[in-house]
């Protein structure tokens, strides 16, 4: 293999797909990255057509402290579930910095569930190789494979309720909403600018399973990549200003909760959790903080981190 081969082989190869699995440049449009974690920045790339199979960023911790009220709140609205599961026979399957990996560890994480991770080389994919499956995030309970991020919470709440599950509407409606419309808003904000797409990348290499190799090539290659991409989806979904479209994006979210404290009422739902983990990955990164800024948002957001509480992950 010559060497234009090869790095075309690392960049399109480095670039978590969600449902498409040959390296062609077509593909590339098609499983641009769509969101990024937070521990220090963030990044990963999901499926234009299934934003709901790709992964999760890294726990990342917002600055400043609660109120008491408010980690009175998040104390009483947190449900227990260790006594469900057991912490040896779960682990998930992720790229850190991937959202939808970062919507299970959003629900894992909100209900206390001890698992492990194991960090997956998006070049290679050898720590899945075992799976006929090949995409993230893979989730294994008590030897079961669970895939595709939706479905996954699903089962798992399934589990905690003994079955008993009723969904409502209206957190339906809005869990689909995070995978049809609120995912396609990052790629295009996260990408922006070279700088950006560089500060992106340079979470994703610095915080995912890369060799030192992997980590330079794949940072400025898949940098220059993503800022040319993020062109493309941008039209594609019909933006005109990045920014706006994810600021109000952000605010028909608020509007939908209408002065509650969460979706759920007094304590986040699965609709909650989904919007918290998507949004996570890009919280440091300067189209969060921008979010953040020209929002109202960030009340809602240190609701639910304190809510969440700490991961309880533990790394392989």
């Not at 706006?244 to 509007?255: F, G, K, P, Q």
Request: charged share 25%; glycine share 6%.
């Amino acid at each position: 293999m010559n060497r234009s081969k090869a790095l075309r082989s690392l960049l399109f190869n480095a670039f978590p797909r969600c449902t498409f699995s040959s390296p062609h440049p077509k593909t590339m449009l098609r499983s641009a990255a769509c969101g990024v974690n937070t521990s220090s920045s963030p990044i990963s790339f999901s499926s234009v057509t299934r934003p709901d199979l790709c992964g999760k960023l890294g726990s990342y911790g917002l600055s400043g402290s609660y109120s008491f009220s408010m980690t009175t709140v998040a104390a009483e609205a947190k449900p227990k579930a260790m006594g469900v599961f057991n912490s040896k026979n779960i682990v998930l399957y992720q790229y850190e910095a991937c959202p939808f990996c970062n919507k299970v560890r959003a629900f894992l994480d909100f209900h206390d569930i001890p698992y492990k991770i194991v960090e997956v080389n998006p070049l290679n994919k050898k720590e899945i190789k075992w799976s006929g499956y090949k995409k993230v995030p893979i989730l294994v309970v008590d030897g079961e494979q669970l895939v595709d991020s939706s479905d996954i919470i699903d089962k798992l709440n399934e589990r905690i309720h003994s079955g008993n599950t009723v969904t409502e509407d209206e957190e339906s409606k809005w869990r689909g909403w995070v995978d049809d419309h609120l995912v396609h808003m990052l790629s295009p904000n996260i990408y922006r600018s070279p700088s950006e797409a560089i500060e992106s990348f340079d979470y994703i290499t610095s915080n995912g399973n890369f060799s030192l190799t992997e980590r330079i090539t794949v940072k400025y290659v898949g940098a220059a990549a993503m800022y040319l991409v993020s062109k493309k989806l941008k039209k594609r979904h019909n933006i005109t200003d990045e920014r706006r479209a994810l600021y109000d994006s952000v605010e028909t979210w608020l509007n939908a909760i209408d002065g509650r404290d969460f979706l759920g009422g007094s304590k986040p739902n699965l609709a909650d959790l989904a919007v918290f983990g998507v949004l996570r990955p890009i919280r440091h990164l300067k189209a969060g903080k921008d979010m953040v800024e020209n929002t109202h948002i960030g009340d809602w957001f240190d609701k639910m981190e304190a809510s969440v509480g700490k991961s309880s992950r533990s790394d392989v």
